[in-house]
C-alpha cells in the first residue's frame, strides 16, 4: 500500500457544526502532516507529528484540533469553523529522514456555509 | 532562511515544445529541494528531488532538474510536453524548526499545454 487515503472526499458545514477530517497510511511512516491549501494558493503547513506527537503547530487556530490515535491515523477535528477556512486540507506523511519526500493524500474540500 | 521562489506564475507552451518552470532556493547550506504537480481538484506527487546524490535529477512522467549551486536553481524541464502535463507546479523546500522537517512550498506555475 503506497497511498495516504483522506476522507471525506468533499464536506460542506455549518459554522457551528463539529466534524472531522481523516487520514490513514499503511507505508509504516512515522512522521504525518496537515497542510491547508486555498484556491491558487500553495499548501501552507498546519500541523507535524512525529511518532504520533505534536511537533510543530504553525500558529493554527484552535477551532482545528489534531489528534493522531496512532502511527498509521491522523485525525483534524473541526470546531466552530468560519467561511474563510473553506479551503482544500490536504493529509500527507513521510519516512524518518526527510530526503525521501513526502506522500501527499487527495484530500478534503471543506465549505463552510 | 531557506526559501524557494518560483519565476513565473504561468507558463504556457505548445504540445512538443521545451517545458521549463524555474525555482530558485536561497540557502546558506546545499538544501533538499523537490518538484510536486497537482492535477485539477487532486492531491500532490513527487516529481523528483535533489538530496545532494547528483546533480542532475530524473524524474517520473520524463522530467528532471538539475541543481546548479553557482546559480542557486532547480529548475525544471521536459523536451517535448504532453497535453497531459498541464498541471500546476510547486517547487518545495525542507525547512528545520525545533528538532523537525517541514515541507515548504513555493508560489507555484501553472503549466498550460496548447495543442
Known amino acids: 500500500d503506497t497511498e495516504v487515503t483522506q476522507t471525506p472526499k468533499h464536506l460542506v458545514m455549518g459554522m457551528t457544526n463539529k466534524k472531522s477530517l481523516k487520514c490513514e497510511q499503511h507505508m509504516g511512516h512515522r512522521a504525518m502532516y496537515w497542510y491547508k491549501q486555498k484556491a491558487k494558493k500553495p499548501p501552507e503547513l498546519m500541523f507535524v507529528?512525529?511518532?504520533?506527537?505534536?511537533?510543530i503547530n504553525e500558529s493554527v487556530p484552535s477551532r482545528f484540533s489534531p489528534e493522531c490515535p496512532n502511527s498509521s491515523l491522523l485525525n483534524l477535528h473541526l470546531h466552530a469553523l468560519q467561511p474563510e477556512d473553506s479551503a482544500l486540507y490536504l493529509c500527507a506523511s513521510s519516512q524518518e529522514g526527510f530526503f525521501y519526500g513526502y506522500t501527499f493524500g487527495s484530500g478534503t474540500r471543506l465549505t463552510v456555509v | 532562511a531557506q526559501s524557494v521562489t518560483q519565476l513565473g506564475s504561468h507558463v504556457s507552451v505548445s504540445e512538443g515544445a521545451l517545458v521549463l518552470l524555474r525555482c530558485n532556493y536561497s540557502?546558506?547550506?546545499?538544501?533538499?529541494l523537490f518538484w510536486y504537480v497537482q492535477y485539477p481538484n487532486q492531491g500532490l506527487q513527487l516529481l523528483l528531488k535533489?538530496?545532494?546524490?547528483?546533480?542532475l535529477v530524473k524524474g517520473i512522467n520524463g522530467f528532471e532538474a538539475e541543481f546548479k549551486k553557482s546559480e542557486t536553481s532547480f529548475h525544471l524541464t521536459k523536451p517535448s510536453a504532453h497535453m497531459s502535463d498541464a498541471a500546476e507546479y510547486f517547487c518545495a523546500v525542507i525547512l528545520t524548526q525545533g528538532g523537525s522537517e517541514k515541507l515548504v512550498f513555493g508560489k507555484g506555475t501553472k503549466l498550460t499545454v496548447n495543442p
Open positions: 540557502s546558506s547550506v546545499p538544501p533538499y
Open positions: 507529528y512525529s511518532y504520533e506527537k505534536l511537533s
Open positions: 535533489y538530496t545532494s546524490a547528483a546533480t
